[in-house]
């Protein structure tokens, strides 16, 4: 079965305390691996798409990494305003999987 | 730029009674278009998606209906609001099925 799993659930750093976080797939036939940030009453918003293992993107404390069966979302020394919760989908060009979630708060 | 938008924000609605939300896209030209419903806990599920005008595919059976009149507009139907659903339901398009999808600020319903 196509399943999505991310962890921790939830995470709490101090501000300046950089971590990873986790997105591991079990699907026939990645076609691409999305990560989103979604912050309360709010839709999801698109950050990275990941194509193929050992693909990375960057985006300001953020960095997003591949391998053939999970996916590491980076922060590097967070600040308070990363504080959200992070989703990733994976396409296998007929579904979208999305993981429940990593909720993250940032502590100053 | 492309712009997504969902009305309303919130809503409050009796049991038995009808449903209709909205959404646009703006910016682009023949988006694929998704409805999802977010319960807390259990990520998103996909309820509809239209690749064009009139044509819809449903992934779930339940009490819920999408239609497509125009090229940027999707509406979520309801003749009977049920309890179960309740929950947060958010639009998205994209410009293709291995494109990333992009999301309104979603509706939150609420039936009593």
């Known amino acids: 079965e196509d399943q999505v799993t991310q962890s921790p659930e939830a995470l709490r750093l101090q501000e300046g305390e950089s971590s990873s976080l986790n997105c591991s797939y079990t699907v026939s036939g990645l076609r691409g691996l999305f990560w989103y940030r979604q912050d309360p009453g709010k839709g999801p918003e698109f950050l990275f798409t990941l194509y193929s293992a050992g693909e990375e993107k960057e985006k300001e404390r953020l960095k997003a990494t591949l391998t053939k069966k999970e996916s590491f979302l980076h922060i590097t020394a967070p600040k308070p305003e990363d504080s959200a919760t992070y989703l990733c989908?994976?396409?296998?060009?007929?579904?979208?999987?999305f993981g429940t979630g990593t909720s993250l708060t940032v502590i100053p | 730029s492309q712009t997504i938008h969902q009305w309303p924000a919130t809503l409050v609605q009796p049991v038995g009674s009808p449903l209709s939300l909205e959404c646009t896209v703006e910016g682009t030209s023949n988006p694929n278009l998704y409805w999802y419903r977010q319960a807390a806990g259990r990520g998103l599920q996909l309820l509809f998606y239209s690749v064009g005008i009139g044509q819809i595919s449903s992934e779930v059976p339940q009490n819920l209906s999408a239609s497509r009149p125009q090229d940027r507009q999707f509406i979520l139907s309801s003749k009977k609001l049920l309890l179960s659903d309740s929950g947060f339901y958010l639009c998205?398009?994209?410009?293709?099925?291995?494109?990333?999808?992009?999301f309104g600020d979603g509706t939150r319903l609420s039936i009593l």
């Open positions: 998205a398009w994209s410009l293709g099925s291995l494109q990333p999808q992009h």
């Open positions: 989908a994976v396409n296998t060009g007929n579904q979208f999987y």
